[in-house]
């Protein structure tokens, strides 16, 4: 069963900096495309960027555009996350996706994504 694995969350304070990573151990082939969603307290997951692994091309979320980007290694078929002039409101548990291939669903919809992994909390104090 194909696993994605977070790591990087913590707890900064607002306009600091976090990195999150996503490796797919014992994956050998890389996916269409990987994206990094995240979800607060009570409200619904939300699409936070995306990146097509073959040719590099990204997409951002309006909240987060021009304060993230991501990014990724082909050797080691991870992703990354960088987060840069953090705010309060950036606070939830950071969810890495991939898909296998082009999805019907457009790609800010979670159902565009095959594969989840667990998350990781990323908690920006004032």
């Known amino acids: 069963q194909v696993q994605l694995v977070e790591s990087g969350g913590g707890l900064v304070q607002a306009g600091g900096s976090l990195t999150l990573s996503c490796a797919a151990p014992?994956?050998?082939?890389?996916?269409?495309?990987m994206g990094w969603f995240r979800q607060a307290p009570g409200k619904e997951r939300e699409f936070v960027a995306r990146?097509?692994?073959?040719?590099?091309?990204?997409d951002y979320a309006s909240t987060v555009k021009g304060r993230f980007t991501i990014f990724r290694d082909f050797g080691k078929t991870t992703v990354y996350l960088q987060m840069n002039s953090l705010k309060p409101e950036d606070t939830g548990v950071y969810y890495c996706?991939?898909?296998?291939?082009?999805?019907?669903?457009?790609?800010?919809?979670?159902?565009?994504?095959?594969?989840w992994g667990l998350g990781t909390q990323v908690t920006v104090s004032s």
């Open positions: 014992g994956r050998t082939f890389s996916y269409y495309s």
């Open positions: 996706a991939a898909s296998s291939s082009r999805s019907l669903f457009p790609y800010a919809r979670t159902m565009a994504y095959d594969y």
């Open positions: 990146i097509i692994w073959s040719g590099g091309n990204t």
